[in-house]
T-cell receptor, first 114, second 109 residues
Framework: GAVVSQHPSWVICKSGTSVKIECRSLDFQATTMFWYRQFPKQSLMLMATSNEGSKATYEQGVEKDKFLINHASLTLSTLTVTSAHPEDSSFYIC??????????FGSGTQLSVL | DAKTTQPPSMDCAEGRAANLPCNHSTISGNEYVYWYRQIHSQGPQYIIHGLKNNETNEMASLIITEDRKSSTLILPHATLRDTAVYYCIVGGGSEKLVFGKGTKLTVNP
C-alpha cells in the first residue's frame, strides 16, 4: 500500500489565492522530504528539499517566497503556493524515504489556477 | 543535471520482454541505480534498484554492467499496463533523486 500520502489530488483555484498541499509519511518518520513539479510532457523537476525542524533547501531558480515549505513534524511536510498564477498550474509531487531506503512518491497534486 | 541517458521512446509487443537501456558513465562508487516508472498523472512508482550486482524482483530484473557505466531494466513479459515513462536515476541512499527525461515505453497488443 501507499507509504506516502499526498492531499489533495487536484485543486482548482482563482489567480491570486494561496494553495496548500500536504505530504505525509504514513508508517515511518521522514526527516527529509522532497518536492517536485512536473509540467505536461516533461520530466519531474526537483523544487526543494524539506528538512524537519529547519529551513527548506531550494533548487536554483525556485522562489522560496513563492513556494513556502513547512516540515513541522517527522511525518508531515506542506507546500504552499502563494498568490498562485496560471503559470503555476502544474503537477506537484512529494517524496520521502525511510533511512537508507528508496524514495517513495506521493500520488501527486494537479493544480489548476484560473 | 541528470546523470543518466536513456532513449526517448521504445516499443514492445505484449507478452514479449522489454529491455530498457540506461547509460550512467559518471556514476560514483557509492551511488545506486534506481528505476521508477510513471503512468500518466500519477506519482512515480518504484521498480527496482541495485548497486553493482544484478537484481530481480516480482516486477523486473536489473542488469548492471561490470564497470557500472550502464544498466538494463528487463520486464520479462510486458503487458499493456506496463505502458509508461521509465526513469533510470543514480543517487545515494538518502539523497534527492534528479530525474532525466526517461524512456516512454509503449506496449502494443
Amino acid at each position: 500500500g501507499a507509504v506516502v500520502s499526498q492531499h489533495p489530488s487536484w485543486v482548482i483555484c482563482k489567480s491570486g489565492t494561496s494553495v496548500k498541499i500536504e505530504c505525509r509519511s504514513l508508517d515511518f518518520q521522514a526527516t527529509t522530504m522532497f518536492w517536485y513539479r512536473q509540467f505536461p510532457k516533461q520530466s519531474l523537476m526537483l523544487m526543494a528539499t524539506s528538512n524537519e525542524g529547519s529551513k527548506a533547501t531550494y533548487e536554483q531558480g525556485v522562489e522560496k517566497d513563492k513556494f513556502l515549505i513547512n516540515h513541522a513534524s517527522l511525518t508531515l511536510s506542506t507546500l504552499t503556493v502563494t498568490s498562485a498564477h496560471p503559470e503555476d498550474s502544474s503537477f506537484y509531487i512529494c517524496s520521502a524515504n525511510r533511512i537508507n531506503e528508496k524514495l517513495f512518491f506521493g500520488s501527486g497534486t494537479q493544480l489548476s489556477v484560473l | 543535471d541528470a546523470k543518466t541517458t536513456q532513449p526517448p521512446s521504445m516499443d514492445c509487443a505484449e507478452g514479449r520482454a522489454a529491455n530498457l537501456p540506461c547509460n550512467h558513465s559518471t556514476i560514483s562508487g557509492n551511488e545506486y541505480v534506481y528505476w521508477y516508472r510513471q503512468i500518466h498523472s500519477q506519482g512515480p512508482q518504484y521498480i527496482i534498484h541495485g548497486l553493482k550486482n544484478n537484481e530481480t524482483n516480482e516486477m523486473a530484473s536489473l542488469i548492471i554492467t561490470e564497470d557500472r557505466k550502464s544498466s538494463t531494466l528487463i520486464l520479462p513479459h510486458a503487458t499493456l499496463r506496463d505502458t509508461a515513462v521509465y526513469y533510470c536515476i543514480v543517487g545515494g541512499g538518502s539523497e534527492k533523486l534528479v530525474f532525466g527525461k526517461g524512456t516512454k515505453l509503449t506496449v502494443n497488443p
